[in-house]
């Protein structure tokens, strides 16, 4: 099956710093990605769309100038969470479907963080 | 994206068969029945999708009510390495647009 890997699988920082998320499609291009965010006991909730050379299109409540998304190639799409505070502190998956249309979707295994 | 409603947990003993039901009754023609699974401290896994007819891999089989308006994902034989969290996600084809994640159904697979 296709592989999406996150990087890193945890990271732990001061409130304040900013953290970036790498998201990879290692065996497909992926023109879509998406992130989403879980907190403890809850389900996913979808932050956002990272579409390849365009802007991404965020969820409501989800604060597009905190959360920088930059898919600037068919196999990587960043999350860039900027003035991290202790409430940011989540649990970010991303995933990438192959083409547009296609119904599978292929999930990365998280990065954990932690904002101290 | 329609909505699903599953239970919120569900426990099978190892090497049993296990169906996992989904209700959406406000499904519509165009939406594909998706299943993913999360395993602990993991990104969600895909498990199977279904629009009419019903559907087998090697992980699991859907069935798929004829009126589609319920779904029910099966397990053939439970190990533990089976238990997670369980969701049932309508998409409407070809929309472009995420996953929507309810909450799921958390299974237990006890030895």
């Known amino acids: 099956g296709a592989v999406v890997s996150q990087h890193p699988s945890r990271v732990i920082c001061k409130s304040g710093t900013s953290v970036k998320i790498e998201c990879r499609s290692l065996d497909f291009q992926a023109t879509t990605m998406f992130w989403y965010r879980q907190f403890p006991k809850q389900s996913l909730m979808l932050m956002a769309t990272s579409n390849e050379g365009s802007k991404a299109t965020y969820e409501q409540g989800v604060e597009k100038d905190k959360f920088l998304i930059n898919h600037a190639s068919l196999t990587l799409s960043t999350l860039t969470v900027t003035s991290a505070h202790p409430e940011d502190s989540s649990f970010y998956i991303c995933?990438?479907?192959?083409?547009?249309?296609?119904?599978?979707?292929?999930f990365g295994p998280g990065t954990r963080l932690l904002v101290l | 994206d329609a909505k699903t409603t599953q239970p919120n947990s569900m426990e099978s003993n190892e090497e049993e068969p296990v169906h996992l039901p989904c209700n959406h009754s406000?499904?519509?023609?165009?939406?594909?029945i998706h299943w993913y699974r999360q395993l602990p401290s993991q990104g969600p896994e895909y498990v199977i999708h279904?629009?009419?007819s019903n559907v087998n891999n090697r992980m699991a089989s859907l069935a798929i009510a004829e009126d589609r308006k319920s779904s029910t994902l099966i397990l053939h034989r439970a190990t533990l390495r089976d238990a997670a969290v369980y969701y049932c996600?309508?998409?409407?084809f070809g929309s472009g647009y995420a996953l929507n994640f309810g909450k799921g159904t958390s299974l237990l697979v006890t030895p």
């Open positions: 279904g629009l009419t």
């Open positions: 995933s990438a479907r192959r083409q547009p249309n296609q119904e599978t979707q292929y």
């Open positions: 406000t499904i519509s023609g165009t939406d594909y």
């Open positions: 996600i309508l998409r409407d």
